[in-house]
């Protein structure tokens, strides 16, 4: 039986590319020992890129859109989840959940996906998602 899938957020890889990010040695050890198939959306892909092109450039930037593109990758539409993604934001308002937080809790509620790699144990610790009681988080920071 194939491991279930990790959803995957930006924070996680930003720091993966960026050496000097204080998350960037526990990202890489986890990425290296995972064996889950792994999810994102374009949502999350948008804002790593932003993120790499202004504070680490361009080359950067080409590196993590060929690691996207790796086996085990999955890179789910949005538009399925906009209503729910809406509804979330409103939820979540006075955090505020932000629209890339928004499409994975949709989305794993979608997928029925019970785990996000994430750096952002703040905001990822108030999110309850319609499916499970939180979503766990692999990476150990």
Same mark, same amino acid.
């Given at each position: *039986? ?11 890889? +930003?720091?993966?590319?960026?050496? !000097? ?5 526990? $990202? ?10 792994? $999810? #994102? ?7 790593? #890129? +932003? ?7 361009? !080359? ?20 399925? !989840?906009?209503?729910?993604? /809406?509804?979330? *934001? !409103?939820? +979540?308002?006075?955090?505020?959940? =932000?629209?890339? %937080?928004?499409?994975? $809790?949709? *989305? ?11 750096? =952002?144990?703040? %905001?990822?610790?108030? +999110?309850?998602?319609? /499916? $499970? ?9």
């Amino acid at each position: *039986m194939q491991n279930a899938p990790v959803l995957v957020d930006s924070g996680p890889l +930003y720091a993966l590319f960026d050496r !000097d990010d204080a998350f960037h040695g526990p $990202v890489r050890t986890w990425f290296a020992t995972n064996r889950c198939p792994l $999810v #994102t959306n374009a949502a999350v892909i948008t804002e790593v #890129t +932003y993120l790499l092109g202004r504070w680490c450039g361009v !080359d950067h930037q080409l590196l993590f859109l060929e690691f996207l593109q790796q086996p085990g990758w999955l890179v789910e539409p949005l538009a399925p !989840d906009l209503p729910r993604i /809406h509804a979330l *934001m !409103d939820r +979540y308002r006075n955090l505020p959940a =932000d629209f890339t %937080d928004a499409s994975l $809790v949709a *989305m794993s509620e979608r997928l029925r996906c019970k785990a996000v790699a994430t750096t =952002d144990r703040r %905001d990822f610790s108030v +999110y309850r998602p319609a /499916h $499970v009681e939180h979503l766990a988080n692999p990476i150990l920071l």
